[in-house]
């Protein structure tokens, strides 16, 4: 089946062909007739099956027709995280090429000032992060009574990022009449309870069970002894070593963990730099930038980079931390073996990680994952270049520091000069326990003074009463 089968018009035929897509994904065939149709579709899919297309596809050709108007966008994306919104805009101006259509991007680390400018002159498309939406509708600078078309992307994420109150205060800002598409990887009780709610007789797409892994993507895990941190970068890099490694991202659970990765592969001379919430938006958008060229060969990150994100053409992914949910761990991994493309997985498991370990298993409903044992290529060509942290060029090695530091120094009288590297002798254990402790003058003249109180000026006689009284 083509794009054209799926009923699209001619000007976005080409604008996929120039993108370089020729066949729809299962996902797209399920989902583009009906959005086409105007009916409500709840979307189950795997990560990196295409479910952007699903979406942005059929509202470009329904933007088609009609004028926005200021304050008042026709169509609403909403995502969970900055830089899933941003491929999703990224995606409407690649398919709407052809298409006049105006677009605003309301995340947050950038201006108010810019996106309510865009909002003044009327968009078409708004794509949104809740928090961001809401504060500007606060503001009252933006309506949503005008929404034809509203998207949930990655909700089970909103579920985790704690967005569903939100969500359900946008729903009851936009218009009964409005077009819903819902998409989602997994499906908890709570999103099927909004889904139920705000969606009417939707058209249910499925084309994969919840919570699955590619078939494209090699899953090995690395058992290690315990969670000592300095122990598992040491794997770490064994694995990034390892010869098939071109390129891979690494899901840390903490922010703080993230910074301590990255900090510690560029000191061993890793091409690698951290992504997570609590870094500028420039510097987060940058980095992904800098990856997807190849600029930079490994990405250090937090679930920010796990949900959505589509870059191409990465070869491994590795949970330095095995996932708390076991969710999280389809999303991580499906990072890699995109686009029919060939991937690898691999997971640090420490003793105490069994559980979360057991609950990846029930969820991906495998009985083990495969065991790597690191030593099979710790003596490979590719870990045989060891490599070192660098050193400060002024830094000195110990060695020399401690040649430059005389060996002893005995201070003398005032009379006498000071004799360097004379040898002390050595005091036995018992003479050590009898020997007084040493001191410094100021304390021995101290300990030495009498402890009896003295009276009025006690040895010292004022000069003036030495003085004879003249007759």
Excluded: W
Excluded at 75 to 98: C, D, H, I, M, S
Excluded at 129 to 144: K, M, N, V
Excluded at 415 to 436: G, L
């Amino acid at each position: 089946m083509s794009f054209a089968d799926l009923g699209l018009e001619p000007k976005l035929l080409d604008a996929i062909a120039s993108s370089g897509y020729t066949t729809p994904t299962p996902i797209q065939i399920e989902a583009i007739p009906p959005a086409l149709q105007g009916r409500d579709v709840l979307g189950i899919a795997q990560t990196g099956t295409g479910k952007t297309a699903s979406f942005t596809l059929p509202m470009i050709q329904r933007l088609a027709k009609g004028r926005a108007k200021a304050r008042m966008p026709r169509t609403l994306v909403l995502a969970p995280t900055r830089e899933l919104a941003a491929q999703v805009a990224e995606n409407f101006e690649k398919y709407g090429a052809n298409h006049k259509l105006s677009m605003a991007l309301l995340i947050g680390g950038v201006s108010f000032g810019d996106q309510d400018a865009k909002l003044t002159r009327g968009v078409d498309v708004l794509v949104a992060t809740p928090g961001r939406l809401l504060d500007h509708f606060e503001r009252g600078r933006l309506l949503l009574t005008g929404i034809e078309v509203m998207v949930v992307d990655e909700a089970d994420r909103m579920l985790d990022m704690g967005f569903i109150p939100d969500i359900e205060r946008i729903f009851k800002l936009t218009p009964m009449t409005r077009q819903t598409l819902f998409f989602s990887a997994t499906m908890p009780p709570e999103i099927q309870r909004i889904t139920d709610q705000f969606l009417h007789n939707p058209v249910r797409v499925e084309v994969a069970k919840p919570a699955t892994t590619a078939e494209t993507i090699t899953q090995r895990i690395i058992r290690v002894p315990s969670r000592d941190d300095k122990a598992k970068r040491g794997v770490l890099r064994e694995l990034l070593n390892y010869k098939d490694v071109k390129n891979g991202i690494i899901f840390c659970n903490r922010k703080s963990t993230v910074d301590v990765v990255a900090k510690s592969l560029q000191k061993y001379g890793f091409n690698a730099r951290p992504i997570h919430g609590d870094l500028a938006q420039a510097f987060r958008t940058e980095t992904l930038d800098k990856f997807r060229s190849g600029e930079i060969q490994f990405l250090v990150a937090s679930d920010v980079a796990a949900r959505g994100l589509d870059i191409p053409a990465v070869s491994h992914v590795f949970n330095y931390d095995t996932p708390i949910h076991s969710d999280d761990y389809v999303h991580r991994i499906g990072r890699t073996g995109r686009a029919g493309l060939k991937g690898a997985a691999m997971m640090l498991v420490s003793p105490a990680d069994s559980k979360y370990y057991d609950a990846i298993l029930k969820t991906i409903g495998a009985e083990e994952i495969e065991a790597l044992d690191i030593s099979s290529f710790a003596g490979s060509p590719a870990s045989e270049d060891k490599r070192r942290p660098r050193r400060s060029r002024t830094a000195k090695p110990r060695d020399e520091k401690a040649k430059e530091k005389p060996a002893a120094s005995v201070k003398a009288s005032p009379e006498e000069p000071v004799a360097e590297n004379v040898e002390q002798p050595a005091i036995e254990a018992d003479d050590r326990e009898a020997s007084p402790k040493r001191r410094s003058p100021r304390t021995r003249q101290r300990r030495e003074k009498t402890t009896e109180p003295e009276l009025g000026l006690g040895d010292h006689v004022p000069a003036f009463m030495t003085r004879g009284i003249a007759g």
